[in-house]
């Protein structure tokens, strides 16, 4: 039967600046998305039983959910909705990018598995309405169609491609016993502290930012009040910044905390010093690599398919 084997990639935000409510509720985002090469990973396979079979490795609280709530069988179910597919799927997803990080495990995981499926079953939709699919699951779901680096405005949801930078080497530190809800991250700012006008000089400099070859210094717009919540958080970005990180950066809402540094070696021995978190080193990933990474592990079918 048909096998795809894909990753999933986690991403950072290397800027993130809320500029205020709108209309509809949500919040209006200025931000800079870059995947890293932190990664889960898909296994579909085609099933003669109809419906849709997955299994979580890696994550006992995912594993013990409804499968339906999770986004990866919420993904194959549009698709097969969409192109009124009968045959089911077997999904093993392996989880090595932590939850409720801030570093969209979970809409990457949905990219994958849309982007996965599609090959799985050798059929095609419009880029439009993928895209369209994708941000109806959420809002960081249609940057990781395209992963690299890339600009993303409205809620996340409307992605731009922007210019790779140089490789960052990163150390990723995930505190095991602080998880920060992104409501509750944006009930805690205070509307002093959003760009509420388009006419803000903020919004020009974020832009020059944006286009620029060498990147820009790191900002994150949730992290004084995350902070303020959660000082252990502070204190991770204050160590790694001691241990020879160049920068430090709150990751999304949280609660992960990461930094930049000169090497791969250097973020290694930084690691030591957070015994009792999870750490990951890494890198970032331009959008090339990212496609190659992509389609260099995804195998279309058994021999004789």
């Known amino acids: 039967m048909p096998e795809v084997r894909i990753p999933a990639c986690a991403k950072i935000n290397l800027r993130l600046e809320i500029l205020g409510r709108r209309a509809d ?13 932190l990664k889960d990973l898909l296994h579909l396979k085609s099933t003669r039983k109809p419906g849709i079979n997955l299994k979580i490795r890696g994550n006992e609280l995912l594993s013990n959910e409804r499968i339906e709530k999770n986004l990866v069988y919420r993904a194959v179910d549009a698709l097969q909705r969409e ?25 990457s995981d949905a990219a994958a598995a849309l982007l996965g499926y599609l090959r799985l079953v050798k059929k095609q939709i419009a880029l439009e309405r993928l895209f369209e699919i994708a941000a109806s699951l959420g809002a960081d779901v249609p940057f990781f169609l395209e992963g690299g680096r890339a600009l ?28 920060v809800p992104t409501p509750e991250a944006y009930r805690w700012l205070k509307s002093a502290q959003l760009t509420n006008s388009a006419d803000n000089p903020k919004l020009y400099r974020f832009c020059a930012l944006a286009w620029s070859l060498q990147g820009g210094p790191l900002l994150n717009d949730f992290e004084e009040v995350v902070f303020q919540q959660h000082p252990r958080l502070a204190e991770i970005k204050r160590v790694l910044l001691q241990n020879g990180a160049t920068e430090a950066l709150l990751a999304g809402s949280g609660s992960a905390v990461f930094g930049v540094f000169p090497s791969p070696a250097m973020a290694r021995r930084a690691a030591v010093g957070f015994p009792l978190d999870q750490t990951f080193v890494c890198g970032t990933v331009s959008r090339d690599s990212y496609r190659r990474l992509v389609h260099s592990r995804t195998v279309l079918g058994a021999p004789g398919d």
């Open 83 to 107: 192109l009124e597919i009968k045959t089911g799927v077997a999904i093993e997803l392996r989880k090595n990018i932590p939850t409720g990080r801030g570093l969209g495990g979970g809409s």
């Open 152 to 179: 993303g405005i409205g809620k996340g949801d409307e992605i731009y491609s922007l210019p790779n930078i140089p490789k960052l080497h990163l150390l990723v530190v995930s505190p095991k016993s602080i998880h």
């Open 25 to 37: 509720g949500y919040h209006e985002l200025r931000t800079i998305f870059q995947t890293v090469s």
